[in-house]
């Protein structure tokens, strides 16, 4: 569970997201009253995270559910990677007011003493979601920052995110 959690990320950019899908979901069988909390919900936004675009019951479930974990732990950031998360599932599920809701938090939350990567997912998600609703003109200035955001990362997936 704790393995699983902490390399989904590498599942993707290593092009085998269905081997990482595979894995991910042994490891979510063996979830139990006993895991750890934030083992769980990591494994859980792994999941959701990986399974994108997907935004069927089971990967809304895991948002939620990594949501309400974090929630309960107190830590801040996680509980922010996971409404980014949750909303992104919610926009790519075409639920575009609902993901207004966990973004708005997602933004509440966010201390600018936080590393400035951070704010990369709520850019993509939010840039996302405005596009999807053809609100292009707020788009614009959100694709802006987040290019700005790529720039002084010299991030060029970030970059190009920012431009697609």
């Given at each position: 569970?704790?393995?699983?959690?902490?390399?989904?990320?590498?599942?993707?950019?290593?092009?085998?997201?269905?081997?990482?899908?595979?894995?991910?979901?042994?490891?979510?069988?063996?979830?139990?009253?006993?895991?750890?909390?934030?083992?769980?919900?990591?494994?859980?936004?792994?999941?959701?995270s990986m399974a994108c675009p997907e935004a069927g019951p089971q990967e809304l479930a895991a948002d939620a559910?990594?949501?309400?974990?974090?929630?309960?732990?107190?830590?801040?950031?996680?509980?922010?990677?996971?409404?980014?998360?949750?909303g992104r599932t919610l926009a790519e599920g075409h639920r575009l007011e609902e993901a207004e809701t966990p973004?708005?938090?997602?933004?509440?939350?966010?201390?600018?003493?936080?590393?400035?990567?951070?704010?990369?997912?709520?850019?993509?998600?939010?840039?996302?979601?405005?596009?999807?609703?053809?609100?292009?003109?707020?788009?614009?200035?959100?694709?802006?920052?987040?290019?700005?955001?790529?720039?002084?990362?010299?991030?060029?997936?970030?970059?190009?995110?920012?431009?697609?």
């Amino acid at each position: 569970i704790a393995l699983a959690g902490a390399v989904g990320w590498i599942w993707v950019s290593a092009g085998q997201r269905p081997e990482g899908l595979r894995r991910t979901r042994l490891a979510m069988a063996g979830i139990e009253p006993a895991t750890a909390p934030h083992l769980e919900a990591r494994l859980l936004g792994s999941w959701s995270s990986m399974a994108c675009p997907e935004a069927g019951p089971q990967e809304l479930a895991a948002d939620a559910r990594a949501v309400e974990l974090h929630r309960t732990l107190g830590d801040r950031r996680a509980l922010f990677a996971a409404l980014c998360q949750q909303g992104r599932t919610l926009a790519e599920g075409h639920r575009l007011e609902e993901a207004e809701t966990p973004l708005q938090e997602a933004e509440q939350i966010f201390e600018t003493n936080w590393p400035p990567a951070l704010r990369a997912p709520l850019l993509i998600t939010r840039a996302s979601l405005l596009r999807r609703g053809a609100r292009f003109e707020e788009g614009i200035g959100v694709e802006e920052e987040l290019l700005q955001l790529a720039i002084a990362l010299d991030d060029k997936r970030l970059a190009l995110a920012a431009v697609t």
